[in-house]
Structure formats: C-alpha cells, structure tokens
T-cell receptor, first 116, second 111 residues
Framework: KAGVTQTPRYLIKTRGQQVTLSCSPI?????VSWYQQTPGQGLQFLFE???????NKGNFPGRFSGRQFSNSRSEMNVSTLELGDSALYLC???????????????FGPGTRLTVL | GEDVEQSLFLSVREGDSSVINCTYT??????LYWYKQEPGAGLQLLTY?????DMKQDQRLTVLLNKKDKHLSLRIADTQTGDSAIYFC???????????FGRGTSLIVHP
C-alpha cells in the first residue's frame, strides 16, 4: 500500500506570493491533517479535513487555508507569504472514523517551504 | 507553559539504553504517543499507550506512564546508530485524536 505523498518536496517563494501544497493520503483514508514544523515553535496543528469538510482547526491566521477533494486528496494554501512561514509542512492521513479516539496518523515526508 | 515538554537533546553510546522523558499537563489525556522523525522524513509512530495502562513493551522499546506525575518515558534498549533521530512525545485528549506534540528530543548515538 502506498504511503502518504506530498508534492512538491521543496519550494522557494518570495514574500507576498502565495503557495499551494498537495497531499495524497493512503488509499481508504478519509482524514487528512496538516501540521507546520519549525525549529522555534515545533509541530503545530493547522487543520484537519474529513470527507471534504474541515473538521478541526488550529490557531493560524486566515492566510492559511485548505480543502479536500472527493478522492480525499488535500491541498493547503498560504497567501501573502511571510518570512516566518518558512517551515516543513507535514500532512498526515488516517481512517478518521467519527467517534473513535484512536486513529493512527501516517505522515508524509513533508514539503520544505523557504520564503525569501 | 507548554502542554507537552521534553528535553531537547540526549547523547548515548551505542549499545547503551536510552531513556527519553516527557511531561504533559492535561490529566484527561487519553492516548500518549511516541513518534520518531529521521532527517528529511515525516513522523513515524513508534508506539502508543492508553491512559489506563502504566507500561507497554514492544521489542527494544518500553514505555512507562506515571499518571500521577503526568510523566511518560521511552526506553530504547541496546541503542544503535540507526536510532539517531528526533523523538516526539504527543498526547490526545478525549474524543479528539489530533495529537499535541512536544518539541522533540534529538537522540544522538555515538560509537
């Protein structure tokens, strides 16, 4: 079974631009979560999508948005990039069954975004 | 303070045991996890423990949970150079399975 894939793996943008990152979950997984990883803040939860709906949201500004398609693939978008948005963006997929408190998350390798 | 705290670095000699410690603040934590991140890779779930357990063993890995002190530890027996990585402690609470992560402990194994 193929793992979680993220594209692109590396990205360089300049301040003010916008960027779209893509995540393909494991086949059969309906939940996709996004995290931002930086040396200063560690791993921070951005949002989670389940069946094309945002189900959970972290504490990030509105410049960060996402969506999920009917095939469970997800994209996240960051508009008006700032230097502080430079980070490793990780995507994780899980079965995401409602009401279950344990759903193992499988992580992709991440997209390394550098904002100049 | 942070919800999940861990020391940033641990250095051990190959063949020794490594113990990585973690403290958390929320007593309603349901699951506690240990993840491993190798350079250039995402996170890999190593093991998890349900909050009503106090110990879990899986090959070279032993997880100990002290609910009274809100302390979690991961022991790696016979540590190998391939164990060098960043180890993250995480908790999830109640019906939410979105884990809250610690900052990660960088384990360095030297010959």
């Amino acid at each position: 079974k193929a793992g979680v894939t993220q594209t692109p793996r590396y990205l360089i943008k300049t301040r003010g631009q916008q960027v779209t990152l893509s995540c393909s979950p494991i086949s059969g997984h309906r939940s996709v979560s996004w995290y931002q990883q930086t040396p200063g803040q560690g791993l921070q939860f951005l949002f989670e999508y389940f069946s094309e709906t945002q189900r959970n949201k972290g504490n990030f500004p509105g410049r960060f948005s996402g969506r999920q398609f009917s095939n469970s693939r997800s994209e996240m978008n960051v508009s008006t990039l700032e230097l502080g948005d430079s980070a490793l963006y990780l995507c994780a997929s899980s079965l995401g069954s409602a009401g279950s408190s344990y759903n193992e998350q499988f992580f992709g390798p991440g997209t390394r975004l550098t904002v100049l | 303070g942070e919800d999940v705290e861990q020391s940033l670095f641990l250095s051990v000699r190959e063949g020794d045991s490594s113990v990585i410690n973690c403290t958390y603040t929320d007593s309603s934590s349901t699951y506690l996890y240990w993840y491993k991140q190798e350079p250039g890779a995402g996170l890999q779930l190593l093991t998890y423990i349900f909050s009503n357990m106090d110990m879990k063993q899986d090959q070279r890995l032993t997880v100990l949970l002290n609910k009274k002190d809100k302390h979690l530890s991961l022991r790696i027996a016979d540590t190998q150079t391939g164990d060098s990585a960043i180890y993250f402690c995480a908790e999830s609470i109640g019906g939410s399975y979105i884990p809250t992560f610690g900052r990660g402990t960088s384990l360095i194994v030297h010959p």
